[in-house]
Every structure is written in structure tokens, then in C-alpha cells.
């Protein structure tokens, strides 16, 4: 869907109640920057990712693998970064994120939301 209007991919990629915010151009640096800064998250006493899991070998190499799958993705393509005003999938409390790249004829969306 590459070169479609962007409230209409996210609406096929999302839900067809998304409503599109804004968006604005953004780069594979602050995709990578935004999602290793959300995903590195530490919470706070009450609120936390497993600290078990997080600083376990599995998982950083799970953070690792998706930055760098993420980082292949966006090189070369179109990113933007958006945010929905409706229709968001998960309702973010801690954090969240949401970018679209294009690349050839393809449309990516990707959407990371933490939530309680």
C-alpha cells in the first residue's frame, strides 16, 4: 500500500475506527532511537518489565534482533512516525510509539504500546 493516503493504511493495518492525529517524516534513527528508549524502559517500583527477563542473555538478544530486523526494514524506505486520536489498539499508559515505512511498493505498520 506504499503511496496510499497514510490514514488509509493505518486503517487496514490497524482498525478501520483508527483516526490519524498527525504525522510527520521521521527517520530509521528515530524509529531505532524511540523504540530501544520505550523497550529499555525501567519502570518504577509498582510498574516494571521483568527484570529477570529484560537483563536475562534471551532478552537482550530478543532486543537486539528486533532492532536490528527493525533498522534492515527502515534503511532505505520512507519512515514517519503518526499517532491516533481514536482506534489505538492497546490504550498506552507507560509508553508507546507508532511509525509507517515504505518501502518499494510495500507499507509497514508498527505500533508499540505499554500498558498495564
Avoid at 17 to 28: A, D, N, P, Y
Avoid at 37 to 55: I, L, M, Q, R, W
Avoid at 65 to 94: C, I, K, M
Wanted: glycine share 10%.
Amino acid at each position: 500500500m506504499a503511496g496510499e493516503p497514510i490514514d488509509e493504511i493505518i486503517k487496514s493495518a490497524v482498525s478501520k475506527q483508527s483516526k490519524l492525529g498527525g504525522c510527520t517524516v521521521s527517520s530509521t534513527d528515530e524509529l531505532i532511537e524511540e523504540l530501544t528508549a520505550c523497550v529499555n524502559y525501567d519502570g518504577d517500583a509498582g510498574s516494571h518489565p521483568s527484570p529477570g527477563f529484560a537483563n536475562s542473555k534471551q532478552g537482550v538478544e530478543i532486543v537486539a534482533s528486533l532492532v536490528q530486523r527493525l533498522r534492515n526494514l527502515a534503511l532505505g524506505g520512507d519512515v514517519y512516525s503518526f499517532w491516533l486520536t481514536e482506534g489505538h489498539p492497546f490504550y498506552p499508559v507507560f509508553w508507546d510509539f507508532a511509525f509507517l515505512v515504505e518501502h518499494g511498493p510495500d507499507a509497514y505498520v508498527f505500533i508499540g504500546s505499554s500498558s498495564d
